[in-house]
């Protein structure tokens, strides 16, 4: 906003400086003077109209990220059904995977669970700062430490579902979009880029669209920067007051294998 606002004091000042200009220079066709602080004119207009569209897109995200907050601070649980794209560049393919997805606030601590349904079975759950995927058909638990990343981790897990808005600018450069219909709901797109080198090296950029009403996410697009990315959907979101503790256990068997790809 500063920048645009500059550049609008110094079309002004040039638009009054046409005058010594031309004294300056010698000049003295009037023809030539008009056509000029004509142009001129013109030019600061544009610039105008750019500072105006800045000051419109801050407004809206400043509205966004209220009603975000707002939601935040009522927030308890929530669940809703998924469709999960994954889209690989290379092959020029999409995965694609639907379950439900639960999140809560328990004690202070974040947990979330995804029960994928189809094309397979397979279980993701966040909880006690550690991420277990469980694939039935293998009988095989993948377990994942963040360690010393856990604060970045749980920010991440909660963009949209239960996080402040304005805690956003503590991870990401965030831009207002544009306001759209995403499956019958006005939501409004915000442009996430990560401030850190490290997590750019795994994520470009996010799109998040919250609903305008509620201020819960219904739709996020995770980029790569390879060109990969996620397309997650959420439909029919229940924001409820408790979920029971079994949803974020995984039900495994006696002879379930577990594995820490990281070790």
Not at 26 to 49: E, K, P
Not at 79 to 85: L, S
Not at 107 to 131: H, L
Request: include cysteine.
């Amino acid at each position: 906003m500063k920048v645009a606002a500059k550049a609008l004091l110094f079309g002004f000042l040039a638009l009054a400086l046409v005058p010594s200009h031309f004294a300056t220079a010698q000049m003295g066709d009037a023809c030539v003077r008009i056509a000029y602080v004509y142009r001129t004119m013109h030019w600061v207009s544009h610039l105008r109209n750019a500072y105006q569209g800045v000051v419109g897109e801050s407004k809206e995200l400043e509205r966004v990220l209220a009603q975000m907050d707002a939601s935040a601070k009522t927030f308890k649980a929530i669940e809703a059904d998924v469709i999960w794209d994954q889209f690989q560049k290379v092959i020029n393919e999409t995965d694609t995977e639907q379950g439900k997805i639960y999140c809560r606030r328990e004690n202070g601590e974040i947990q979330m669970a995804v029960d994928f349904t189809a094309p397979d079975k397979k279980y993701v759950i966040y909880s006690g700062g550690k991420v277990q995927v469980y694939q039935p058909k293998i009988d095989q638990v993948n377990e994942y430490l963040p360690g010393k990343n856990r604060g970045e981790v749980e920010s991440f897990l909660v963009l949209g579902f239960g996080g402040s808005g304005h805690d956003l600018y503590k991870s990401y450069g965030v831009r207002f979009v544009k306001t759209e219909t995403v499956a019958g709901v006005a939501a409004d797109e915000l442009e996430l880029i990560p401030k850190s080198d490290r997590l750019r090296n795994n994520i470009a950029r996010i799109l998040l669209w919250i609903d305008s009403a509620k201020g819960v996410m219904v739709q996020q697009q995770l980029f790569e920067p390879g060109g990969d990315y996620r397309l997650a959907k959420y439909s029919d979101i229940k924001s409820v007051s408790k979920l029971p503790d079994n949803i974020f256990k995984l039900k495994t068997t006696a002879k379930t294998k577990f594995v820490s790809p990281q070790d």
